[in-house]
């Protein structure tokens, strides 16, 4: 039998590096919060704030468990601190709980229909926005308004597509994440 | 004997379990960093590498905002032109309203100097400003702030309140070489010291991460009202006294809140009042003085003025003398016409007395 030669054999195997599938996410997520802060009123709005790191927290466990994933999310969390002059460490906690949940139910979610992801997304969100209102009020002395944390929550939810696309984008771009 | 020929050469941890492990040092270090964390504001003039990332990353923002500015100046344009007639209309009757305030402000204020100077009262001075542009700004309910384009190189300080063209915005909380960070007053930890204008009543404006901080500890039943008109005022030296705010109005949820005038404008302009205490208002010249600096002492009178005054003393005594001549004179004639009058009485008596009484019972002829 005929081996395939072997510059063949590494074009049919694709390789993704964490470059691809964690570096540039976490920039463009990190560059979109930079573009969101911006101080205008459009006809009469404020732009939105969506906490845009969830959803590299939702979809980075179930494209792989990974060494990288968690440590980068620590990073690009402490980046949105320092960004919007939280304490240092509220996203990263609020994030990585979050990554935490997706990580242990992943067996249970992955390969699961858009809709079922949609809720468990929501899900992570809530529980990440409820560790970090707990956070907040014993910080603060005070509990933020649950009218405001909507407000912030309700966008957070809806970028879901960005996750789901990078969720399809890369799970199964890699043999070696299978 | 090197690993790969040992018998662990086919041992391999499970990806899952070397990403838990990953997770736990990562969440490990977030509560570190959480339990750590010292702002500026808590611990003044402690320098961190948030200043650094702020000062590194106003221009970043700058550069990535543009579109969005440009998309801003786009809807402002069509705002303008679908409601330039509607904003006429507004502003025709507004102006209308206010000429009748400002000739009523020229009065009171005229009024007011008067008052100021009769009483000898020691007024703030101005409070110099610096006008800033907001760079970024945060809107969720665990922060609101923004960074703006000014720091310590133009005078800024920690503490310094933070106004716009309507209102009170916030004060700020951190600043470095050439960027600040303001914590709005609707931010979950501000807290501003208010009275109401209507009552003078004292109140506590909390924010909490909505759009309207809360009033509490408002004394009195009828303390506010809605409509009532929020001013800062002063107590704890914070801030000058009078700054506008907003007005008191009923939250959903049934506590005062305070609709605040710095919404109405925009909110890429702000200007910082470099004002971090009372301490600097106060002078240590003006305090030693006594008080009610007002009345005190005229000067002592220059030579031409003492000759006018004993000139002027001098006529005066003169005069006081003259009078006091002629009204001797005038006792002492007096005196002696009653004397000359007593004689003549008593010579008109004697010879009464001399004569002999005319007979009883005979005729006269």
Known sequence: MRRPAPARRSAAVKLVGPQQWILLPALAVLAATLLL????????????????????????????PSLLAPLALL???????????????LWPLGLLSAYAVVLISRPFIAGQDTRFLFAWYS?????????????TSATAGQPPSLIALFFQYLPTILVFPAANWLIERFDDGDLRFR | MSLRESPFENLRVPLGWSAGGALVVAIALAVFLLL??????????????????????????????APVRWLGQASDYVDDYFFAVSENRRLREELADLRAERDAVVALRNLNQQY?????????????????????????????????????????????????????????????????????????????????????????????????????????????????????SGDGGLMPRGLPIGVAARGIDGTWRVKLFSDRGAIDFVRVMLFDSFA??????????????????????????????????GRR?????????AERADRERAAADARARAAEASARQGQATDAPPPATGGTTE
């Open chain 2, 317 to 325: 005594r003169a005069e006081e003398e003259r009078r006091a001549e």
């Open chain 2, 36 to 65: 750590s964390d010292r702002s500026e504001a808590d611990e003044p003039g402690h320098s961190s590498a948030r200043d650094t990332f702020e000062a590194g990353a106003a221009p970043i923002s700058g550069i990535f905002a």
């Open chain 1, 75 to 89: 990073v690009v969390g402490v980046m949105v601190d320092l960004f919007w002059g939280n304490r240092l460490g």
């Open chain 1, 37 to 64: 802060a911006t101080p205008i009123k459009v006809f009469g709005l404020t732009l939105p704030e969506p906490v845009l790191p969830m959803v590299l927290a939702f979809a980075w466990p179930l494209i792989r």
């Open chain 1, 123 to 135: 899900g992570v969100a809530a529980v990440a926005f409820f560790i970090v209102y707990l956070v």
């Open chain 2, 116 to 232: 100021e100077a009769l009483l000898g009262l020691r007024v703030e001075p101005d409070v110099p400003l610096v006008t800033a542009r907001s760079v970024s700004e945060a809107r969720g309910p665990f922060r609101r702030a923004r960074l703006i384009d000014v720091g310590r190189s133009r005078g800024v300080e920690v503490g310094n309140p933070v106004i716009n063209e309507h209102g009170l915005v916030g004060r700020i909380a951190g600043t470095s070489g050439s960027v600040s960070r303001v914590l709005l007053v609707t931010d979950v930890t501000s807290q501003v010291p208010i009275l109401i204008d209507r009552t003078d009543a004292r109140a506590i404006m909390r924010g909490d991460g909505s759009g309207n901080p809360r009033l509490e500890f408002a004394r009195g039943s009828d303390a506010i009202q809605a409509g009532d008109r929020i001013l800062s």
């Open chain 2, 280 to 313: 600097q208002l106060a002078q240590g010249a003006a305090l030693d003085s006594p008080p009610l600096a007002g009345l005190n002492t005229a000067p002592p009178p220059t030579p031409e003025v003492s000759a006018r005054i004993n000139d002027a003393q």
